[in-house]
């Protein structure tokens, strides 16, 4: 017997009509909480009512359904299809030891009157588990069953439908079109066009980054056979909240082909993860970059967890144990940016920038500009200089503003007065982030060849 | 300790008998009856029937002993909300295109009341709700304390035992019987689907949090 079940049946037990009332919604709500951790649960003051629901479950979306909790009367059943189907609600039968009578008070001629309309129970409500999911496909399918399910769900329909969205997970993975057919028949009865799209866009994803022929995946929704960005996205974040992490290296490869900078920053915020890390590995060398900013941490990282990767408003950010290094193509991210505390001194920016050939510096509020000849600036021309070598006779405690140096592979401008790094043509992004965590950031001793073991 | 399957077994005979003698209390009303009286009582705004008979697992919030130890039960309950406050109300429906045996079953039904109230200690309403009128000579009359005492009279050994009949208990309740009369057309009278749907979006995502 499921939690709520123990719970309804023991509010019936009273002769409280009011407290038997308030018992069963508690459990009720507690139950809905569990089956869709997405949503906020809201009661009514209303019990068991013609039309005013019990309870309605909110999205952050904005998007709403409402509850109505009923006792299998098929009389009342009946009735409610065309009292309240058309706003498409769920009616959620609490009957307890196989007493429901779903399957024989809604048929389907009731149903087809209400379309939107979901009839289930708490035999099926107890299996609706997205955060005990084995895999993304299940936790797709799980998490919108309150949300998106519309017809009879009982029990027995659940069980077989999570059933086949897990083989379904592993038969794309695999490369097995049986799998794959018979976990889109079985969700496709419960869901609209939109869930389903998003179930076999999920798998024809796997199927592909599990390696099998991108040709035989058995499409069957042939009117619409492009994956779009929105795929990709949607796909991204299921694989990003999934707790179990994909340790076959082929995967996030094949993955990382299919990916641009704009959808992967476009997926929204995602915290530092096995399977974010994995995709980043395998992605970062393929990424050309333009502007990259240091924020320096209050508290710097343990060393053991010392350099992480995380999506965060429209930025790719590398997480040192100092700092966070957020990356973007564009530097009118940072248009706006302007860094608390002053342009560093000479002395301090001469010691960063060691490795790099000095081609133009801007000091302090003397305008003491000191400029390379354009000619001198050519990458690897011999008249460089290193800003300890060009400022010599300059005071050491001058703030260095702006400085533009060349590294074997770009330009790079650093505003120390804006914490910004532009590279000219854009460079890969493991160039940019060490540049801009060297130039811009306290790097301790020792913390360099780490970064550079980390990005590989 | 009974296993899950035994549970549910012994929970669904408790819960199909107290159906089953709920059901046979409420001879002559039917399903249909309630869940209209229902609809109809919803529709005011005034009342939430939170369990019927026809329910299952309800019965036994409709369900009282009687001076013998018998059970008899009503067909709904709920909460009453007048401008005064909520209350707890029982309800009787009677889905009857002829009088009937409503004159017998409505003076048996007032002692119940009263049974209802001395027993269980709450002011709770009491609503008649029937499709054809009864008893109409003294029609008046079928909500007032003599009417009451006149039904306990009949019915005091099922209803009372040997306890004395409490006047204090029987005045309260005559302030708290409603007798409904319903036709079919009347209920034809009443808010449309859409606009049921217009209060119930008042009631939830304008009103909650």
Redesign the interface.
Known sequence: MSAVSDAVTQALSSHDVVGASSGIKDAVCDELSRADTAATIRRTEYFNHSYVPDVVMNWSDGYHREVFLRFSSAERLSADVDRIGQSGPVLFDLTIGGESELKSAVGEEALGRAPAMLVTDTEASEQVRPDQAENMLERLVSSNVFRAGHGLLDGETVEQTLSATRSGFDGAVAGNPSLVRAALASTRPIFGLGIERRVERTLQLLWWVGGADEQQFPLSLPDDMELDADDMREFLRMVFSDDQPVGDGRFWNRLSDRLDFGTLVSVGSVKESENLNSLMAAYSSRVQLSHAVVDLRDRPMPPYDAYGWELDDGFVVLSGPDWDCRMTPSGNRFSQRRDEGKAVPLEQASARSLDYRVVEAEFDEKARQVSLSRKAAQPGAPSQRTLEELAEGFDPSSQVRKLTVVSEASRLTVDFERMLVGADPDVSLRAIAEAASVLLADVREGDLDDLQWFLG | MQS?AA???S??DI??SLRLVAGEEAHGTG??GV?RA??WL??TGRV?????V?????A??LTFDDAKGSEYSFDL???LDLDEGKS?FYGEVKKYSVVGRQPDEYTEYLAKCYRAVVT?GHPHHFFWITWHPFSQTKWTNLCTADEIRAALETHQAKYCGADEIDNAAVTALADRLWLVVLSDRQEALSMS?AM??E??RA???A???
Do not use: C, I, M, W
């Open positions: 899950d549970h549910n077994s929970l669904t819960q199909s399903e249909d869940e229902r609809a919803e529709k939430n029937v939170n369990f019927t026809y329910e299952v697992g309800a036994g919030f309950s709920g909460v707890t269980s689907n049921l749907g209060l119930r009631a939830t995502v009103a909650l949090p």
